[in-house]
């Protein structure tokens, strides 16, 4: 690929053109109020296309839509093996349009073009596939009462119900997908709200489950705002359960919400997450590994390794590695194929990274690398890296969600010393650890109060439970656990 990607050449005819309404009982309607939301492309600031601002009318006519496709018709009847194939199809059909999804991805949220193709789509496909196994091992379990007498007790899973899921605009197809397809490996119907900043990729995955055949109602999707869609959803009495992935700040809002009728909560949340660096690691895979979980994605992860600990006899040369990496990367719009770093999601989000970086220096922290704003068009912003940040900063503290990377020295193998550092957030989503010493991995990666520990540049994997420890959330995604979480767990005791 040598020249920048565009739409004439990739985009499939209606992608961009054909009006985005809502998708609702198995249609495109209107919505109530008719209302529009831009589509932006963070690389220049251009509206894209222009997509319906639902609200709470809309979300109780897609409630009513799932609530009905669950109940009646033949969503309730289809068996796992016909759910699991229905997953499949759509994994062939999303792979056979991945250049379209992944250009349309990298249009509206601006990552660049070979990480779109490879993660976003990519993976979705990958997941979709993996979910699509589950939806045939969904199993109770029998047991043998103690109480006098004969007995056949047994569990059986059931889809928890209506689910309404919400999402944030960093990895908007892959993150609804994910929800999507374990809710509906489950048996659930669902409600899809994507991010204001990023819904175009999951409107495009509509139609495909328009094409395909999907019962109508199983799958709907209600564009909006998250104080009015995300809201409705939240506190519609007729959701079952709502899967979040957000900011902390909106996953408590919605445990709030959702007490009103105790629907079930999976919220995946911030993370402040802390990498621990051995002078015994291998250096490269150090390097490499560190430099890549906060810049990748432009920082804008909630993973991102934005608290490096290095031991002090490897600190100088880890921060001269650092920073002559991130001063080579290529900044640029995620279309063209040399772009390795893309921009913010949107002006505000430059605002508020650029203010966190001001924030830190004006504490005291030192610039090594980085720190302001990248020419005037788009939200492009250099990669940073601060030294000399104590505990009390808030970038030490709080989740920038963009291209910062804290870095500090630290001294022996004190794991008790080293595991208080690296708890003192209030998040605990993941952890990095490198060292050549497993014995050593093994004993932080038990100190250390994270839902997730990668050891030596280890990767996210749909197989393997994800989700936080404190303030980074409430239950797992992935994996046995992110299926499970879509049903519920129903007990019959009989006496024979
Ligand atoms: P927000 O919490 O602002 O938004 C996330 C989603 O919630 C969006 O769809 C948003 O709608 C919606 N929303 C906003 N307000 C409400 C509300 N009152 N009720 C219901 N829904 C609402 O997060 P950001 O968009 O800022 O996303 C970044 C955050 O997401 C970061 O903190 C990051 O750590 C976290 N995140 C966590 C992940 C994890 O797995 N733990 C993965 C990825 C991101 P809209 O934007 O349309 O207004």
Known sequence: MSEAWTLEKTLSPHAMDRPKTLFIGGEWVAPIRPDTIPAVDPANGQEIARFSRGGAQDVDRAVRAARLALEAGSWPKMSGQARAKLLWTLADRLEAHRDEFALLETLDVGKPI???MAVDVGGAVEKLRYSAGWATKIFGKTFSPTLP????AFTAREPVGVCG???AWNFPLGMAVAKMADALAAGCTVVLKPAEQSSLTTLRLGELIEEIGFPAGVVNIVTGYGPEVGQALADHPDVDKISFTGSTATGKRLVAACAGNLKRLTVELGGKSPAVVFADSDFEVAVQGVFRNIFYNTGQIC???????VQRTIYDKM??????KAQALRVGPGVEP?????????DKQLERVTGYVESGLEAGAKLVTGG?????QGYFMEPTILADTDRTMRVRQEEIFGPVLCIMPFDDDDLDQLARSANDTDYGLNAFIYTRDLSKAHRLARKIKAGVVRVNGAGIDPTVPFGGYKQSGWGREQGEEGVLGFTELKSVVMAL
């Open 303 to 309: 993973a991102a390794g934005s608290r490096a600990f």
């Open 338 to 346: 040399s772009s390795e770093l893309g921009p913010l999601i949107s």
């Open 149 to 152: 007498g004969e007995y056949h």
């Open 114 to 116: 070979g990480m779109s």
């Open 372 to 376: 302001a704003r990248l020419g005037s």
């Open 319 to 324: 921060v001269a590695a650092l920073a002559e």
């Open 165 to 167: 899921l919400i999402v």
